[in-house]
């Protein structure tokens, strides 16, 4: 076992152990479930804490265990039953992303996101230095614009309904506005950027749709057909392709808003990168609004289509 993979496993047995003491005779699936890890996995860390307990390591010293018939009961660990507290720097961690999602707009947990920072800023030992943080970070959220909100609110109606909505769509790796018939499964906020993960009837797969890029949204009677469970992360997907670009240090913001990966060993001012691109087009239409402060190296056909569009663009500003 790794040293990672051990310090994982031994953190997760401190807090197994009140766990049990509170929820004495629990059916070991159960327990697997609530603590997030299989039934092999928690049988394995029972065995091992049969083996835990106070110097002498006699049956009068360890924690007495038992579990053979499904069910979980524990006895002699009293000196483990308080549960982990956090570190002053976890709370405060904590406490930072609660305000953060407590000022998300529709959050809908709102009391319940103050009273759990409540109870936590309680537990701190540097609360001056929680409340001091505090006024040094003020959490400022977008709001959006009462259109988007009213969108937003339709798209929500119909993910509680479990019904399908009707949206027009912005396509800005094809330039296109697109009609599409959605299933609304889950809100996401990534890089501070609210997407709708959905179910896309027009391209038979699952989707994520930039809220500010949705134009019109249209409520339907049609009941979802696709179930929100279990349903992977989004990954990269296998279609898009790693084109070499140049930045200048003025585009560098590339590297951060297009996750573009820098290579090492550069040589001169400009910054040699890969870029991950689903639509050679697209990438086309960003190197024109960079200026030339992104070159293509990597396909010199696409470099010089970039050049000759970018001169017809300027021979139609001197006409």
Not at 39 to 68: K, N, Q, S
Not at 221 to 235: V, W, Y
Not at 255 to 266: F, M, T, V
């Amino acid at each position: 076992m790794s040293t990672k993979n051990a310090l994982s496993r031994f953190a997760r047995l401190l807090v197994l152990v009140p766990f049990l003491q509170t929820h004495q005779g629990i059916a070991v699936a159960d327990a697997a479930v609530m603590m997030g890890i299989s039934e092999r996995d928690l049988v394995a860390d029972l065995y091992l804490l049969w083996m835990c307990g106070l110097p002498g390591y006699t049956h009068l010293e360890l924690i007495d265990l038992e579990f053979e018939h499904g069910h979980i009961s524990i006895q002699n660990a009293d000196t483990l039953a308080k549960p982990l507290s956090l570190t002053a720097d976890e709370a405060i961690a904590l406490s930072m992303g609660l305000s953060l999602l407590g000022a998300l707009p529709n959050a809908g947990l709102n009391e319940d996101l103050r009273s759990a920072q409540a109870k936590i800023q309680a537990g701190v030992l540097r609360a001056s230095e929680l409340a001091q943080l505090t006024k040094q970070v003020a959490v400022v959220p977008v709001e959006p614009s009462s259109e988007m909100a009213g969108y937003l609110g339709v798209i929500e109606k119909a993910m509680i309904g479990e019904t399908q909505v009707e949206i027009e769509y912005y396509v800005a790796t094809r330039d296109e506005m697109t009609k599409r018939t959605i299933e609304p499964m889950l809100i996401r906020l990534i890089d501070g950027i609210s997407y709708v993960e959905a179910w896309c009837h027009l391209a038979e797969d699952r989707r994520l749709f930039r809220l500010d890029r949705i134009y019109g949204v249209r409520p339907l009677k049609t009941r979802r057909s696709h179930l929100p469970l279990s349903l992977p992360d989004f990954e990269r997907s296998g279609a898009l392709v790693d084109y070499q670009i140049s930045l200048a240090p003025s585009g560098r913001w590339i590297l951060e808003r297009y996750g573009a990966i820098a290579l090492e060993n550069r040589k001169g001012p400009n910054a040699p990168a890969v870029l991950a691109v689903g639509d050679r087009n697209w990438l086309l239409r960003l190197a024109l609004s960079a200026g030339g402060d992104l070159q293509v190296t990597s396909d010199l056909e696409l470099a010089n289509e970039i050049r000759e569009t970018a001169r017809l663009a300027l021979a139609n500003y001197q006409a």
